[in-house]
């Protein structure tokens, strides 16, 4: 690991906790400047929105909920140096959101660039990326992609949605990579019960 900029004089023990690992694993295989030349401004910025974007996902990787909880690494200037404020992480996320499909797409190759660079590193450390475990086996030579849902209560005023049993809420359904254990993009589906069950067939 090469040590610049605030990795210098890092130091990593068995009992600490935190996400300074995570950001220099973000930083060494490259999402950090693929989201920074993906989020290329002609703006003079006090912070770098790659930097900005991938301390937000580093902070949710440690287990952050709400942007507020941004403030776990700005509140550690010794160990990360200057970061950016919670409006500023707003304000990112905001020129984002207004960037469209476009920026969306820049974005989504930066991280699939730096995924492609961390997979390649790990099969060429350990000759293939980690087994699938299957009941009491180890699958290897397998990619296994998962998929898991859960109701995420929400109220709908939109007509014709009813509650199931659960409630109103939006359906997440998420992509993992059981390989890697690894999240991949998901989509909503609004959960909504018919008023007349259809026929089975």
Request: charged share 20%; with cysteine; glycine share 10%.
């Amino acid at each position: 690991m090469n040590s610049t900029g605030w990795l210098k004089g890092l130091q990593v023990t068995a009992d600490g906790t935190g996400v300074a690992l995570i950001r220099a694993l973000a930083d060494n295989i490259g999402l950090t400047a693929g989201l920074s030349k993906a989020l290329a401004s002609d703006r003079l910025l006090v912070h770098d929105r790659g930097r900005v974007l991938a301390d937000l996902a580093c902070a949710i990787a440690d287990g952050a909920e709400v942007i507020s909880d941004f403030r776990v690494i700005g509140d550690q200037e010794d160990l990360f140096g200057l970061v950016a404020s919670v409006p500023t992480a707003w304000r990112t996320l905001d020129e984002v959101a207004r960037g469209g499909e476009r920026a969306l797409g820049r974005i989504s190759a930066a991280v699939n660039a730096a995924r492609r660079r961390a997979w390649a590193a790990a099969a060429a450390r350990h000759g293939a990326l980690p087994g699938v475990r299957v009941a009491d086996k180890t699958l290897q030579g397998v990619t296994c992609i998962r998929l898991d849902a859960s109701v995420v209560t929400c109220h709908s005023d939109k007509e014709g949605a009813e509650p199931n049993f659960k409630g109103f809420g939006l359906h997440p359904l998420l992509a993992y990579c059981d390989n890697t254990a690894e999240p991949w993009p998901g989509c909503c589906a609004r959960v909504r019960r018919a008023a007349t069950p259809p026929p089975i067939t």
